[in-house]
């Protein structure tokens, strides 16, 4: 990429983080006053509500980025390098998607007092619900054919999926991704911090080996998740609610189909596999928060059993909040220089 070219991809990056952090810091507010909270219970006595449901101020964020990319290219500022069919198909996606987790975060059963007689029936989508509405999020990149259907399989080589791909192994991928990363966020920046750090590594492959279209979609998804962290980190000012995870969760998937670094995403987002597993033995009944001790530590409220990378982390030390977060930070850091390494041993 020309010097020309990595300022097509920083100008909108620096437009969506900007939107990013308006957008949130208006949806708080909004939020907070509309009743859609969420209580904070990691911080001991200190209960309080939390506005929820912040997701589309990242989506829009993500989309005014992509926006701003096509007004370079339409008012010929500069000819435009990335695929426009897809980037549209990627904004079509991510919105249809934080809708879904949306609806889950503003029909949440809230703590309210009603009168004698009268039940509270918000229950939130049900679990079966979300892995089939989460689907609708793959159908743009489905109507738009995205992707390379030939993948690099380690220790098989080139394989071509054919029509297998874009019909059956975009959807999957989508629902896959989407609801496993929403498995795990209990604690202060741990969603926001990961999805950054699988997400720098997306762009920094994109720009060394991938493609340009799947850069500008890297560099979105950054901006808008640098922004969010900010408001994420210890302590918390919001808690990022479905329309968060799921938006993230798919933007992996987005990334991996349009960057064609599909082999190198599997590796990426590896973690989220292993949580799904980890929670799937516990019939997902299980939870990844932990106990809180009176000395602002967490316990692993299953004791030696590990139902996620949280309770891993517990088991090892006595973990404060911020420390669990940082761990899993780590964790994944580690995911992305393995697929780095693995490409460089050409085994991806």
Request: a positive charge; glycine letters at 10%; charged letters at 10%.
């Given at each position: ?15 969506a ?30 209960e ?13 964020g ?7 990319y096509v ?7 500069y ?18 998607i ?23 029936t918000g ?37 071509d ?8 192994l ?33 762009l ?10 799947g ?13 969010f ?5 210890y ?20 990334a991996?189909?349009?960057g ?43 004791g ?12 090892l ?7 669990v ?24």
């Amino acid at each position: 990429m020309s010097y020309h070219s990595y300022l097509t991809v920083l100008v909108p990056a620096i437009v969506a983080l900007a939107v990013t952090l308006i957008g949130t810091k208006f949806l708080m507010g909004f939020m907070y006053n509309a009743g859609i909270t969420t209580t904070e219970k990691n911080k001991g006595k200190r209960e309080y509500p939390l506005p929820s449901g912040i997701g589309p101020a990242v989506a829009f964020g993500f989309a005014v980025g992509i926006l701003t990319y096509v007004f370079g290219s339409s008012f010929n500022f500069y000819t435009a390098e990335a695929n426009l069919t897809y980037l549209f198909a990627a904004l079509i996606s991510v919105f249809l998607i934080a809708f879904v987790g949306f609806l889950d975060d503003i029909v949440i059963q809230k703590e309210v007092v009603l009168p004698k007689g009268v039940r509270n029936t918000g229950r939130g989508l049900k679990q079966w619900q979300k892995p089939i509405l989460t689907l609708i999020g793959a159908i743009p990149l489905m109507a738009v054919n995205a992707g390379v259907s030939t993948i690099s399989i380690p220790f098989l080589g080139l394989v071509d999926f054919g029509i297998f791909y874009p019909i059956v192994l975009i959807p999957l991928a989508v629902v896959f991704s989407s609801n496993a990363f929403n498995l795990l966020g209990g604690f202060d920046g741990l969603t926001a911090g990961t999805g950054l750090i699988a997400c720098i590594g997306f762009l920094a492959y994109s720009l060394a080996f991938g493609t340009y279209t799947g850069a500008v979609i890297s560099a979105m998804l950054v901006s808008t998740l640098l922004a969010f962290l900010i408001f994420t980190l210890y302590p918390t000012k919001l808690i990022p609610g479905d329309s968060f995870t799921y938006f993230v969760g798919a933007g992996f998937v987005i990334a991996m189909v349009l960057g064609n670094m599909e082999a190198f995403g599997v590796i990426v987002i590896f973690p989220f596999f292993i949580e799904f597993l980890l929670h799937l033995k516990g019939r997902f009944r299980t939870s990844d928060l932990g106990k809180r001790r009176s000395d602002g530590t967490f316990e692993n409220p299953y004791g030696r059993r590990v139902y996620s990378w949280t309770h891993f982390f517990m088991n090892l030390k006595r973990c404060r909040e911020w420390e669990v977060s940082l761990y899993m930070w780590i964790a994944e850091a580690l995911f992305v220089l393995l697929g780095f390494g693995l490409y460089g041993l050409h085994l991806l």
